[in-house]
C-alpha cells in the first residue's frame, strides 16, 4: 500500500476530501515528530509505542577491504514496539506482513511463506568512489534533498532508480524519492566519505555563486545608491544573499578538502582561492559591490566588530556542514583595496591521525616511538607555517595517552579537543601567554605538557626546566630543518649545556601532496636529474637495492585533474646522540650538527622524501617543491 492508497481508505472511512484527510495525516505527523523529538514516547492503545533512541557510533565492515572498518557516527532513530495484542493479531508472520511500500524494490529480498519477518534483509553495497554519475541522473533529486536524506542517485536500472544511502532503512527517505521521481527505488548502502566525495558532483559553485550574486545585484538596483561602506543589517541577515555567498563558499570549501579560504579584494574584483592540498588554487572571482558585505557577513560570525576597517581582527566560529561540526579560525586584514579574510578550516570529524598515517616508519618511526615513552626530556617538531606540526604532536599524545598520565596542553588555539586530556588555550589580551599559562601548568601535577609553540626566551625557560624536572614536554619551533631548532634556541638565550641535557629528538617535517592512486603512471626522469638524486642517497641504507622509478599523477575526475590526491608527511628526525651533544655544547652552525647526524645514519627530508616518491606516494616534483632551500 503506498500513502495514495492509504489516504484513499482513510477518507472513504471518514467521508472526509483526499486534501483534508492529507492535511490530517500531515498535523498528526508533526505531533509525532515534535513528540519524539522532545524524548516523549508516544502510545497507541491495541497498536504500540514509538519511542526516540539513539543508536550508538559503532564500526562495521568495510565492504571494500574486510580487514578495514569503517566508523559510523552516532545517530538518532525512531523504534516500534508493538503491544501484545498487535502482536497476536498480527501473528509477527510473513503471511500477515508480506505488503510492502511499492515504492521500495523487494527482488530478491521477499522472505518465504513461514519465514520469521525478522529475517536479515541483503542491501547491496555501491562503491561511489570512482563512479561518474551522469548529470542526468542527478537531475532526479535536488542537491539540498540529497544533502538532507545524505542519499544520490546513480543509475537508472531495470526501470528502478538505484539509490546510494548511508541508512538504507530511512524509510522517509525512500518515500521522498518515490514521490518526487515517480520511480521504483533500489536501496544499496555506501561509506559516509564516498556519499560527500559524490554529492560534490552536483553543480559547480560558479553555477550557484552566479545566481547568489544576481540576487544581490537584484537587491541592490531595488535600493538607492549608498556611499557608507558599512551595510545595513537585512544586507547581511541570514537570509541575504551576501550570508548565502558566505555559507556556500565555505561549504564548497570543507567539500573540496581545502585547508583555508582566502577571499581577496582587488581594485575591481574580488578573489576567492582556496588552499587544497597545500597549494592556492582560484575558485571564483565576485563582484567589488559584494566585497563589503561579505566581509561583514564573516565578522558578525566570528563576532568581530562590523565597523573596525583600519586594524586587523582575529576570531573564530563553528558551523554544520554535512551532519559535521566545522571549527574556522577568521583572519582580517586591511590592505589597500579593502579587507581581505582567510578563514581557516579544521574539520573536526575527520578525527585525529596516527603516526603511521602521517607517513612515519622505519628507523625514523622507531626512534620517535622510543623517545616518546622516556619519561622525562623534550620533544621538538620544527617547521613553515602550516607543515603539520600540530598534527604530529596529536599524533604523539594519541600514541601515549591513558588512564595513568595526566597530560595538559597550552595552545594558540585548541584545534582538536581530545578527551581524556586537559587543553588550555592562550589569551594575550588578559596576559594568558604561553610563559604565564606554562607557570601555572607545572603546578597541576602533570606528566606530559604540551606547548603550542615556543616563542621566547620566557616559554623557551621554563619550558626547558619543565623538562629538566621530570615531565615529558612537546612543542613547536619555526626552522628550516632538525639541526636548526639548537641555534634558534641558542639565539633565544638558552644555554647549550641546558638544551644538550633536555632534548631527547627534533623533528622537522613537511607536507607533500600525495599522487592520485586511480590515476599514477610511471614518469620518465632526465639522466641528469637522477645522476643527482643518487648523489643524494649515496650512502643510505634504505636506498640500496631500489630502482629509481619515479611516477606522477596523469589527472582524472577523482583528483579533479590535478594528479593529487591527500598529502603525506616528509620526515627528518635528529636524536641527540652523545656526540652531537658534545658539539652542541661547543656552540657550532647547524650544518655541522647536520653533517655529524647524517654520519650516524639521520635521514634527511630530502631523501625521506626521494624514497617516498620512489614507492609511488609522491612525486619528485613535490619533493624539490617542499624542500628548496
Known amino acids: 500500500m503506498n500513502n495514495t492508497q492509504f489516504v484513499k481508505i482513510i477518507s472513504e472511512k471518514t467521508r472526509q476530501k483526499p486534501k483534508e484527510t492529507q492535511n490530517t495525516l500531515r498535523y498528526f505527523n508533526d505531533i509525532i515528530a515534535n513528540t519524539l523529538k522532545n524524548g516523549d514516547k508516544v502510545t497507541m492503545n491495541e497498536f504500540g509505542a514509538m519511542v526516540s533512541a539513539n543508536v550508538a557510533a559503532r564500526q562495521i565492515i568495510d565492504f571494500r577491504d574486510k580487514s578495514k572498518k569503517i566508523n559510523l557516527p552516532e545517530q538518532k532513530t525512531i523504534r516500534f514496539r508493538p503491544s501484545i495484542s498487535f502482536k497476536s493479531d498480527t501473528k509477527v508472520t510473513n503471511s500477515a506482513n508480506t505488503a510492502q511500500t511499492p515504492n521500495v ?7 518465504r511463506e513461514g519465514e520469521n519477518i525478522t529475517k536479515p534483509v541483503y542491501i547491496p553495497f555501491i562503491d561511489l568512489s570512482q563512479k561518474k554519475i551522469p548529470k542526468e541522473i542527478l537531475d532526479y533529486i535536488p542537491e539540498h534533498m540529497a544533502r538532507k536524506y545524505q542519499i544520490i542517485p546513480t543509475e537508472i536500472k531495470n526501470n528502478k532508480l538505484i539509490l546510494a544511502m548511508i541508512d538504507p532503512e530511512d524509510q522517509e527517505a525512500i518515500e521522498s524519492v518515490w514521490k518526487k521521481t515517480g520511480l521504483e527505488v533500489e536501496p544499496h548502502i555506501c561509506t559516509l566519505t564516498d556519499l560527500n ?23 541592490d538596483d531595488a535600493k538607492k545608491e549608498r556611499k557608507d561602506k558599512i551595510p545595513k543589517s537585512e544586507e547581511i541577515a541570514e537570509d ?14 570543507v567539500r573540496e578538502r581545502a585547508s583555508d579560504i582566502h577571499i581577496e579584494p582587488n581594485e575591481d574584483e574580488v578573489i576567492v582561492r582556496f588552499r587544497i592540498d597545500g597549494v592556492l588554487k582560484k575558485i571564483i572571482i565576485i563582484p567589488k559591490d559584494v566585497q563589503n558585505a561579505v566581509i561583514s557577513r564573516i565578522k558578525i560570525l566570528s563576532d568581530l566588530k562590523i565597523d573596525e576597517t583600519r586594524l586587523p581582527q582575529d576570531g573564530r566560529f563553528r ?13 582580517i586584514l586591511p590592505n589597500v583595496n579593502g579587507e581581505k579574510a582567510v578563514l581557516r578550516i579544521l574539520d573536526t570529524t575527520k578525527g585525529l591521525l596516527t603516526l603511521e598515517d602521517l607517513g612515519l616508519r622505519g628507523r625514523a618511526y622507531e626512534i620517535l616511538e622510543d623517545n616518546i615513552k622516556k619519561s622525562h626530556g623534550m620533544i621538538l617538531v620544527t617547521g613553515p607555517t602550516g607543515s603539520g606540526k600540530t598534527t604530529s604532536l596529536y599524533a604523539m599524545i594519541q600514541k601515549i595517552m591513558n588512564e595513568e598520565i595526566n597530560i595538559v596542553t597550552l595552545e594558540d588555539p585548541v584545534e582538536y579537543r581530545i578527551k581524556g ?69 641558542v639565539d633565544m638565550k638558552i ?11 627534533v623533528i622537522a617535517q613537511r607536507l607533500a601532496r600525495k599522487i592520485c592512486d ?34 606522477k599523477g596523469k589527472g582524472c575526475d577523482i583528483c579533479g585533474g590535478t594528479g593529487y590526491k591527500g598529502r603525506i608527511g616528509i620526515f627528518e628526525i635528529l636524536p641527540i646522540s652523545e656526540k652531537i651533544k658534545e658539539i652542541m655544547i661547543a656552540k657550532v652552525s647547524s650544518q655541522v650538527i647536520s653533517n655529524e647526524a647524517i654520519k650516524e645514519g639521520m635521514i634527511s627530508l630530502k631523501q625521506d622524501g626521494i624514497l617516498k616518491a620512489l614507492d609511488g606516494l609522491t612525486s619528485i616534483e613535490e619533493v624539490w617543491r617542499v624542500t628548496k632551500d
Do not use: W
Not at 105 to 111: D, F, G, I, K, L
Not at 495 to 505: C, V
Open 105 to 111: 524494490s523487494a527482488a530478491a529480498n521477499t522472505p
Open 319 to 331: 558551523m554544520v556542514i554535512d551532519q559535521g561540526e566545522i571549527d574556522l579560525r577568521i583572519s
Open 421 to 489: 586530556i586537559n587543553q588550555s588555550q592562550v589569551k594575550s589580551e588578559i596576559n594568558f601567554t604561553f610563559a604565564n599559562g606554562l607557570r601555572s601548568i607545572v603546578r597541576q601535577d602533570p606528566d606530559v605538557i604540551m606547548i603550542g609553540e615556543i616563542r621566547d626566551y620566557e616559554t623557551a625557560d621554563m619550558a626547558i626546566h619543565a623538562a629538566l624536572t621530570g615531565h615529558v614536554v612537546l612543542s613547536t619551533l619555526h626552522t628550516n630543518d632538525a639541526s636548526g631548532a639548537i641555534p634558534r634556541l
Open 197 to 219: 566525495n559524490a554529492l560534490s558532483q552536483y553543480s559547480a559553485i560558479s553555477t550557484e555563486m552566479a545566481e547568489l550574486v544576481k540576487d544581490k545585484s537584484a537587491d
Open 240 to 253: 541575504s544573499p551576501a550570508s548565502k555567498i558566505v555559507t556556500s563558499l565555505i561549504k564548497k570549501a
Open 495 to 505: 644555554e647549550p649545556f641546558l638544551i644538550a641535557s633536555t632534548i631527547n629528538i
Open 518 to 551: 586511480k590515476c599514477r603512471v610511471e614518469q620518465e626522469i632526465p639522466k641528469e636529474e637522477i645522476e643527482y638524486i643518487i648523489k643524494i642517497m649515496a650512502g643510505s641504507k634504505e636506498a640500496a637495492g631500489k630502482k629509481y622509478t619515479f611516477y
